[in-house]
């Protein structure tokens, strides 16, 4: 018995039907935003589909998991990714174990990636999904073997222009909703969940020292921002770093963006690789990054050290950095703020 859980969107709908033909499905619907009260479309996509629905209601451990997660990284200086998050601890963690108390053996989702078993190194690989526009493995680099091995995606091998012509043909198309946004519970701006919230205002300082201007809380900038900094210097300025023990934000030009090193936290290996050891891989920094070869080095207490090739512009604290072989995904972690450098293990530009 597979559970498939559905959003309402094409893709998860999509996948429900490929699955349907062959295997023993039933329709998984979480709850997870405040507002999600709205169950039309996955009871439609279930009648036509003909499955039957389930829905559990997830909405206070997504607010304890995600939005608070995502308010208290933002108070820290961070940026942070709540897609990884939610689908570590929500969509691969309690959803899952939701489907398997509901009868399920294994739960599939329209995440475009691949999963595959390799029985010589007797692991779940996580690799791309076929089309490299819509490939989310960035995503998925948190899970752990367990997930692995429960997880489907239907849609890994296809392209998203295949699976919207097949919908259309099918006549499911028009029952599901647009395509969803990349952070499901912010309608607007993000610094709107932040309203009513005590966050010190601060000095905007140039890389070189000299203060500029005045910020109105680190929660409202981001590394290579431009717009919105309030500043009239002559030239473009970007942030270049948020300094939570300050209170700062600072500020450089766009040379002052590119950084050779990162340090990572949080680090998930897919591939067994030896933690001892230093390895090469392209490491992308966020999802629409094109990834860079660089040397990973182990620093002996968890962390680890990331090199580029070439410097990398705008790599941001709170991001994760996902190490890739061609289309194998071989783990990933957490990029740390620089302060967290007290070692001096980050080498200069």
């Known amino acids: 018995m597979i559970a498939v859980a559905i959003s309402g969107g094409v893709d998860s709908a999509f996948a429900a039907w490929k ?99 390799d029985p010589g190194l007797k692991r779940y690989l996580l690799y791309k999904g076929r089309d490299p526009r819509k490939d989310q493995s960035y995503f998925l680099h948190q899970l752990s073997q367990e997930a692995l091995a429960r997880v489907l995606f239907p849609l890994g091998e296809l392209l998203k222009e295949e699976v919207i012509r097949e919908a259309v043909r099918l006549g499911l198309f028009n029952l599901t909703a647009p395509e969803s946004q990349e952070v499901c519970f912010i309608r607007g701006d993000y610094r709107d969940l932040f309203r009513g919230l005590s966050f010190p205002p601060g ?19 981001t590394v290579g921002q431009r717009r919105g900094l309030g500043l009239r210097l002559g030239r473009p300025y970007y942030v270049v770093r948020l300094e939570a023990k300050t209170n700062r934000v600072i500020v450089g030009e766009k040379k002052d963006l590119l950084r050779r090193a990162c340090l990572l936290g949080n680090v998930n290996f897919i591939y067994p690789l030896d933690p001892e050891k230093p390895f090469r891989a392209e490491v992308r920094i966020r999802y629409r990054h094109r990834e860079a070869p660089a040397e990973i080095r182990p620093l002996g207490d968890g962390r680890y050290q990331v090199i580029w090739d070439r410097p990398q512009k705008a790599v941001t604290p709170g991001q994760f950095a996902v190490f890739y072989r061609g289309d194998l995904v071989l783990g990933g972690g957490e990029i740390l703020p620089e302060e967290d450098d007290a070692a001096g293990e980050i080498p200069a530009v």
């Open 19 to 117: 699955l349907s033909r062959t295997e023993e499905v039933f329709l998984l619907h979480a709850r997870f935003v405040p507002e999600d009260t709205d169950l039309e479309r996955p009871q439609r996509i279930a009648e036509f589909l003909g499955l039957p629905l389930r829905v559990v209601d997830l909405r206070e451990a997504f607010r304890k998991k995600v939005i608070d997660y995502f308010r208290e990284a933002y108070a820290r200086g961070l940026t942070p990714n709540p897609c990884v998050i939610c689908n570590r601890e929500l969509k691969f963690g309690l959803l899952l174990q939701k489907a398997l108390e509901l009868g399920a053996d294994r739960l599939a989702t329209g995440h475009y990636a691949r999963v595959v078993y």
């Open 203 to 221: 000095e905007i300082v140039t890389v070189e020292g000299r203060v500029v201007g005045r910020h109105r809380g680190l929660y409202a900038y």
